[in-house]
Each structure stands twice: as C-alpha cells, then as structure tokens.
C-alpha cells in the first residue's frame, strides 16, 4: 500500500466553484502534514501545512482527521489561477523522509 | 534571489555517460534532500543530508548514483553510466529543522533526458 494515496483527478470546475480534495495515508505515526502546490513543468510550492485543529488561509482551508488517516483540501471560491496540481505530503515521527501523493490535478474552467 | 538554486535546469545526455547536478540550500537550512519526480507522479525521495552527514538513502537509489554535501553547504547528485529510465525531473528541497517542526522548499529543478 503507498503512504500517501490521492485522487488524480482531473478536477475541471467552473470559475468561483467550490473544490475539495481528499487525500490518505497508511501511516499512522505520521506526524506533519503539508498540501503543495504545482504548476506544469514548476517546482512544488507549499500552500500550506495542515494542523490537528484545521486551519484556514484566505480561500483555502486544510483539515486532518488522524482517527480516519486523511488530509483535505478545501477551495472556495475557485480562479483560474488556482489551476494546478495539489500534492498531499505526508511526514512520518521516525526518521526524516516527507512521502508524496500522486498530486490531483485542478483546471479551473471560465 | 535566496531560494534554494539547482543547475543546469537542463540536461540532455547519452546513455552511458556521467552527469552531475547541483543544489544550492537556502542558506541557514540545515537539511537537503533530492528527490526524482516523473510525470504524473509525486516527487520520490531519494536521499538527504543534515549539515554535511547523508543520513537516508532510499532503495531507489541505485550504485550508479551518488550525492554528496562536502562542507554542509550546496551538494551534489551523480549520476553514473546513465539509462533511458533515468530521464527524469530531480528535484532538490532544503529545510530547517527544529522544534517547530520542518517545511521544505524546493529548487526549480533540473530536468534530465537521456537518449
């Protein structure tokens, strides 16, 4: 079983749609929590970092469920700009490697 | 700029040949990992430093590859006697790690094809 398992998508959604993404993982000493973002051919960028109480940045709003093993990313709001690809990632308590999902794949359409 | 830098962002090379890949850190982090990343999926990690010490390797890394950190600053990746299979985005990420927990931020990248 991978670490982390994310719906590829693709997601094409209409301009100011709300979007949510969901993402596993197998693990349950993990411990850190991240949702990155990337655009073709770009390096992954941190959107944000997911904390046990849920967390919220603008349009974005991130929650964990550790008794469920999931992640999700929520979007409201949807722009263009938000078109992307969103990596779930997933950081274990022992030893220091950070674990990728498939990332899920976002158009956000006019 | 003071984020984390790799080059060359390109490579194009022979099967067989040698290449090595740069990683310049953002400066105060102490950890560096590479990873490999092919389309369509997630970035996968390949190894990582903290200050000059590689601490993992991860089983996809393979004899013919090799990294080094010499003075716990920019590091390198070779790659030996490259295959088709190698043909890849390697990715490196830098992070500070403390009590407060660890985010990475990754290079731009360099994108490998070999013929």
């Known amino acids: 079983r991978k670490e982390v398992e994310q719906d590829p998508g693709p997601f094409n959604v209409p301009e100011g749609a709300t979007v949510a993404f969901n993402c596993t993982y197998s693990?349950?000493?993990?411990?850190?929590f991240f949702w990155y973002r990337q655009d073709c051919r770009k390096e992954p960028k941190l959107l944000m970092s997911?904390?046990?109480s849920g967390n919220e940045d603008g349009r974005f709003t991130a929650q964990l469920n550790r008794a469920s093993q999931y992640i999700s990313l929520l979007i409201r709001d949807s722009k263009l700009s938000d078109s992307a690809t969103y990596l779930c990632?997933?950081?274990?308590?022992?030893?220091?490697?950070?674990?990728f999902g498939t990332g899920t794949s976002l158009t956000v359409i006019p | 700029d003071t984020g984390v830098s790799q080059n060359p962002r390109h490579k194009i090379t022979k099967r067989g040949q040698n290449v090595t890949f740069r990683c310049d850190p953002i400066?105060?982090?102490?950890?560096l990992y590479w990873y490999r990343q092919t389309l369509g999926q997630g970035p996968e990690f390949l190894t990582y430093?903290?200050?000059?010490?590689?601490?993992?390797k991860s089983r996809l890394l393979s004899d013919r590859f090799s990294a080094e950190r010499p003075k716990g600053s920019f590091s390198t990746l070779e790659i030996q006697r490259t295959e088709q299979g190698d043909s890849a985005m390697y990715l490196c990420?830098?992070?500070?790690?403390?009590?407060?927990?660890?985010?990475?931020?990754f290079g731009p990248g360099t994108r490998l094809l070999v013929l």
């Open positions: 990420a830098s992070s500070l790690a403390g009590r407060r927990g660890e985010t990475q931020y």
């Open positions: 430093f903290q200050n000059e010490a590689q601490l993992e």
């Open positions: 997911v904390y046990s």
């Open positions: 400066s105060e982090h102490n950890r």
């Open positions: 990632v997933v950081k274990r308590n022992t030893g220091n490697q950070f674990y």
């Open positions: 693990n349950s000493a993990s411990q850190s």
